[in-house]
């Protein structure tokens, strides 16, 4: 797949440059023998060869089940994790070469919110402190500092008084807050969203969505929302990129993906999901596929998902199974009107 | 009551309780912390019909784990528990834990959230199904292993006959849960409570651990208790719900009643806060501002009443009771349940940004700039 492809086939076509570009990342981990030498005898393939690029005010979702690579792509996009290879483009800065230094200054530019509110916030920071951290890390925080601070809280739904409280007083959806404030205190372009509320109760999780998406309209930030809830993804993107074993097998716009999912394990996906409406639930056609995501390890060579997939099971030959088995499905437009990465792909309405 | 070993077979019980397999009435829980009493349920009343599966909804903290914790006699001492469990005929609370002994697992089984630290690491899953098996009836070992082999057949385990040798941690998450949903079924109980059974898997996996239940109900005809904090699984297994909130039901009803007539402020909220898969509303969510109440001294009045859109003096005087509303099986407590015949969530929810403030600072929010309070 080419870099154009993508670029041509998964966003909205605007004029402006990209925010972040990921090309062909590739995170590996070294799996380790016992013993005194610990000799490396494998590799775990946690990202391989993902592409994917988020402009300006936009969200691009990044979906899988655990696993599937969707926190070390956000870990790698920061920098945060290494890249075995490939570029990470921010701003047509390549991140993946920086020294510390030059990170540094980068990193004022990209933020990230935490899933566990509980344990991203230091309980012997008082809230003002907490928020203030990365403006006085940046020499920015001075004397209108404070100010500054009030402001961030105001923001993100919480009073100047809060301030001088501690992170234990505050309930989960609140501490989630503060984190929002503390991320967006630098004034980044780019905010990476990693769970921001998987942790959270759902009547609280509403108000942390609309607040996020309220902060974007205000700010035109973009976001990289990670998260394993189809619902909210939904809900928030504008893009959404699904993600099997540290490929990208399917990347379209948010209505499109809805619409018509062309790969099988997006279809599998979505229709897994249950829909809080007994009518609409009890009538839908399931896709439920069998077993467990393989290890990666020791990946299925060919396409990842063909162990699980159900259309290699029973809906095609033995010379077409073949074909997933030896070649490596590229991630490009093949009539569904967005890329897949199968062979055979085909829309089914799941919803 | 007395503990009455003869009686308790499954044909006079049949005869003696007819619908009803587990009547819940009236169960407090208590704990004593430094910090004052914990009232964890007050006051939960519900009746569950055999072969039919009851939703238990709520969110952290609202009582629908140690309502059902209460009901296995499985809380720690400390707790202080009044009411009654009546299994059938049998009364449970107050037992000792060896007359309990007799009724779990035979009559009444339960699957826990996290199916890696319900199954003991040292011991082969077939060995710990066998137990199970073996716990009530007595068999040779030879037969209670070719039962466990059986019932992974049935829970969908593939080669059944190697697998039940392997141990837990040669599992996966999907498989483990199945060996629990295996064990819960082996002896065919009036009752399995299953709490949050698929919480801790993948979405995928959740799928198909969710027909495995279905499998499992329809073996045994065993009635299920089935508490998620996830709607759309009640709305997909539940032929009722029960929603839970500061300890106390708010609404029952059938499913249909509460996804489509919800009569409660709460159960609405919690319906409009909910991003939809099926819905491509590019409106705002509308959540419900605040928190729970804290259940240690509870303010009196309705719990919901700090949260509540359409809050009035009474509600923070008087605690509403369980009262019909539909139709007689449709219960809400909420004085004013009849105002919410065909209010959507919108109507009543604002898609608000912010949250409520902290006790203390009440009064003092201040609102966004784009936030029409």
Redesign the interface.
Request: no cysteine; net charge negative.
């Given at each position: 797949m080419t870099v154009a492809d993508v670029a041509n086939a998964s966003t909205p076509a605007p004029d402006t440059a990209p925010v972040l570009s990921v090309r062909n990342l590739v995170t590996h981990f070294p799996v380790r023998s016992r013993g005194l030498v610990r000799r490396v005898i494998g590799q775990v393939h946690a990202v391989c060869d993902v592409s994917f690029d988020i402009h300006s005010g936009e969200t691009l979702g990044l979906v899988g089940?655990?696993g599937c690579g969707k926190t070390t792509t956000s870990r790698a996009v920061l920098n945060l994790q290494p890249a075995t290879s490939g570029k990470v483009f921010f701003d047509n800065v390549d991140i993946t070469t920086l020294s510390n230094r030059g990170m540094r200054r980068l990193r004022r530019e990209m933020q990230i919110v935490f899933q566990d509110p509980y344990a991203s916030l230091d309980p012997r920071m008082s809230v003002h402190e907490i928020v203030a951290e990365p403006l006085k890390i940046h020499g920015l925080y001075g004397s209108g500092g404070r100010a500054r601070v009030t402001e961030l809280l105001?923001?993100v739904?919480?009073?100047?008084?809060?301030g001088n409280?501690y992170p234990h007083?505050?309930?989960g959806?609140?501490r989630q807050?503060i984190g929002i404030a503390r991320a967006l205190a630098l004034e980044p372009r780019l905010l990476v969203l990693d769970e921001p509320v998987s942790a959270l109760?759902?009547?609280?999780?509403?108000?942390v969505?609309?607040?996020l998406?309220?902060i974007q309209e205000?700010l035109g930030l973009a976001y990289l929302f990670v998260a394993?809830d189809?619902?909210?993804v939904?809900?928030?993107s504008d893009r959404i990129a699904v993600m099997y074993l540290g490929r990208i097998v399917e990347i379209a716009k948010?209505?499109d993906l809805?619409a018509s999912p062309a790969h099988p394990y997006t279809q599998?996906?979505?229709?897994?999901?249950?829909?809080?409406?007994?009518?609409?639930?009890?009538a839908r056609q399931?896709v439920?596929?069998?077993g467990?995501?393989p290890s990666p390890v020791d990946p299925p060579s060919g396409c990842r998902f063909r162990t699980r997939c159900p259309k290699f099971a029973s809906l095609l030959r033995k010379d077409q199974q073949q074909r997933c088995i030896e070649e490596i499905p590229a991630l490009v437009e093949r009539g569904q009107g967005h890329p897949a990465a199968c062979h055979y792909a085909e829309v089914v309405n799941v919803? | 009551m007395r503990f009455d070993h003869e009686g308790g077979t499954t044909a006079t019980r049949a005869a003696a309780s007819g619908d009803t397999a587990l009547a819940v009435q009236d169960v407090y829980v208590s704990f004593r912390t430094e910090d004052g009493t914990v009232q964890a349920v007050r006051g939960v009343s519900y009746e569950l019909r055999r072969g039919e599966v009851l939703g238990i909804v709520g969110?952290?903290g609202s009582g629908k784990s140690v309502t059902s914790l209460a009901v296995m006699g499985l809380l720690p001492r400390t707790a202080r528990i009044d009411g009654s469990v009546r299994l059938g005929d049998d009364e449970l609370l107050g037992l000792s834990e060896r007359q309990l002994a007799h009724y779990r697992g035979q009559q009444l089984a339960m699957i826990f959230q996290d199916p890696m630290t319900s199954l003991n690491p040292v011991y082969s899953v077939g060995w710990q199904i066998a137990e199970a098996v073996s716990a009530h009836h007595d068999v040779s070992k030879a037969a209670a292993h070719a039962r466990a082999v059986e019932l992974l057949k049935i829970v969908g385990i593939p080669n059944a006959d190697e697998r039940a040798n392997s141990y837990p941690h040669e599992f996966?998450?999907?498989?483990r849960q199945r060996a629990v949903i295996a064990i819960a079924m082996a002896n065919s109980p009036e009752v399995i409570i299953a709490d949050e059974p698929t919480t801790a898997l993948?979405?995928?996996?959740?799928?198909?651990v969710l027909?495995t239940l279905k499998t499992a109900r329809e073996e045994t005809g065993a009635a299920m208790i089935l508490i998620t904090?996830?709607?759309?699984?009640?709305?997909?297994q539940a032929d009722r719900v029960l929603v839970m909130y500061a300890g106390r039901a708010v609404e029952v009803g059938t499913?249909?009643d509460i996804?489509?007539t919800p009569r409660m402020p709460y159960t609405l909220?919690?319906?409009?806060?909910?991003?939809?898969?099926?819905r491509?509303a590019q409106q705002?969510?509308?959540?419900?501002?605040g928190?729970p109440p804290s259940l240690i001294n509870m303010p009196p009045g309705c719990p919901f009443a700090p949260r509540c859109p359409m809050v009035e003096d009474i509600c923070r005087v008087e605690e509403p009771v369980l009262r019909a509303t539909t139709s007689p099986t449709h219960l809400a407590a909420c004085h004013f349940s009849d105002r919410l015949a065909g209010v959507e969530p919108s109507d009543l929810f604002r898609?608000?940004?912010?949250?409520d403030?902290?006790p203390a600072?009440v009064g003092?929010?201040?609102p966004?700039p784009?936030d029409s309070a």
């Open positions: 089940e655990s105001r923001t739904g919480l009073n100047a008084e809060h409280r007083e505050f309930s959806g609140q807050r109760d759902v009547s609280i999780q509403a108000g969505v609309n607040l998406e309220e205000r394993h189809l619902s909210v939904r809900h928030i948010t209505d809805f599998a996906l979505i229709s897994a999901i249950p829909i809080p409406d007994p009518l609409k639930e009890r399931r439920i596929i069998t467990d995501v919803l | 969110e952290s996966s998450g999907g498989m993948d979405v995928t996996v959740q799928a198909q027909e904090h996830d709607l759309g699984i009640v709305a997909g499913v249909e996804f489509y909220g919690l319906l409009g806060s909910l991003p939809r898969l099926d491509a705002r969510l509308t959540p419900i501002t928190v898609p608000t940004t912010s949250d403030v902290l600072t003092a929010a201040v966004l784009g």
